[in-house]
């Protein structure tokens, strides 16, 4: 144990991996080979097990319980009685050899009586709400809520989110406006009314900003259900939602952006190199999307970590 660890004199700490600067309150117990890393806070009543791990500056909150199997990155915030859960099918002095893997990445807070069941993944900066059930994965950024939880949105990056953005005429009289997140923009689409009924059209290269090599549907989508969740290396997306509506968040590890997609001479531009997010589908959205390439499975970035990795490599 680190000598500039500090344990109350009425917690038991039983691991000799305790990192500086750490504080463990009164009544907390660390059983033997615990993992606890530098400038933690460790709250009253809580129980750390043997094979647990704990990164640097995580806050754990009084009433929890870190069991085998479960692993919480760098700046975690455990809010105070949340409940991790490690066996799916527990029986009374039934042991597993193995327990699933639990891992709460870094940067993310659960919130207080939050319930996480074994061997999912909480994404980096994602937010559990207080009293979630959390029945599967949730996604990096990603705000959940309710019994299960669902996503109701995500966290705001350092530019503020958007909603029904109305753009302005650029300057070749087509409506054009850039969402300062790596190129991605929004665009109004030509638009004819008459009695008989409403026309939009577009031309490729013009309205849509590439020749489009592929196109596909997306549609009869449960509304609390999530699509996208990627980046592409090369290919450009060009995303309209022609019947009901759809949020799309746009991301490039810096700026975070969310716009509604709801009317079919709206088309949101998403670039090479742009993490997109599809969700809060109506039951009714049918959402086209216009691809640049051809579809390659080796285009895709799927490990958001991964992409906010490349991003800050490329400065």
């Known amino acids: 144990m680190s000598e500039t660890a500090f344990v109350h004199p009425q917690a038991l700490c039983e691991s000799k991996t305790i990192g500086p600067r750490t504080r463990v309150w009164a009544f907390a117990h660390i059983l033997e080979g615990a993992q606890i890393g530098a400038d933690c806070n460790v709250c009253d009543h ?7 791990v704990v990164g640097d500056r995580v806050t754990i909150k009084c009433g929890v319980q870190i069991w085998d199997g479960i692993e919480l ?10 409940t991790f859960c490690n066996d799916p099918f527990p ?16 940067g993310a807070s659960i919130g207080a009586n939050a319930t996480l069941l074994p061997g999912i993944t909480i994404g980096s900066n994602a937010m559990v709400g207080a009293g979630a059930v959390v ?7 990603a705000i959940v809520v309710g019994n299960p939880a669902s996503i109701v949105g995500y966290v705001p990056g350092a530019a503020t989110g958007l909603s029904q953005p109305t753009p302005g005429p650029g300057p070749d009289g087509d409506a054009v406006v850039d969402l300062g ?15 008989r009924g409403n026309l939009s059209a577009m031309e490729f290269g013009q309205h849509v900003p590439f020749h ?29 939602c022609v019947r009901g509506s759809c949020a799309v968040v746009v991301d490039d590890a810096r700026q975070r952006r969310e716009v509604l997609l709801d009317r079919p001479d709206l088309g949101l531009l998403l670039p090479p190199m742009t993490w997109g997010i599809q969700y809060k589908y109506s ?6 999307v216009f691809a640049s390439d051809p579809y390659d499975a080796d285009d895709y970035i799927r490990d958001y970590d991964q992409f906010r990795q490349l991003m800050e490599q490329r400065g």
């Not at 809580?46 to 647990?52: D, S």
Request: charged share 25%; proline share 7%.
């Open 46 to 52: 809580v129980f750390i097990e043997g094979a647990a």
């Open 73 to 82: 990155e760098d700046d975690v915030f455990v809010g105070p009685n949340a």
């Open 91 to 106: 029986r009374s002095r039934q042991h597993l050899k193995q327990y699933p893997v639990t891992i709460v990445r870094k």
């Open 135 to 141: 029945t599967k994965s949730v996604p990096p950024n």
């Open 181 to 195: 997140v790596n190129g991605a923009s929004l665009h109004r689409l030509p638009q004819v009314r008459d009695l």
């Open 212 to 240: 489009a090599k592929r196109a596909f549907m997306v549609y009869d989508v449960p509304s609390r259900e999530v699509r996208g969740e990627h980046a592409h290396w090369r290919c450009s997306q060009f995303l309209i």
């Open 283 to 288: 039951a009714d959205a049918l959402l086209l």
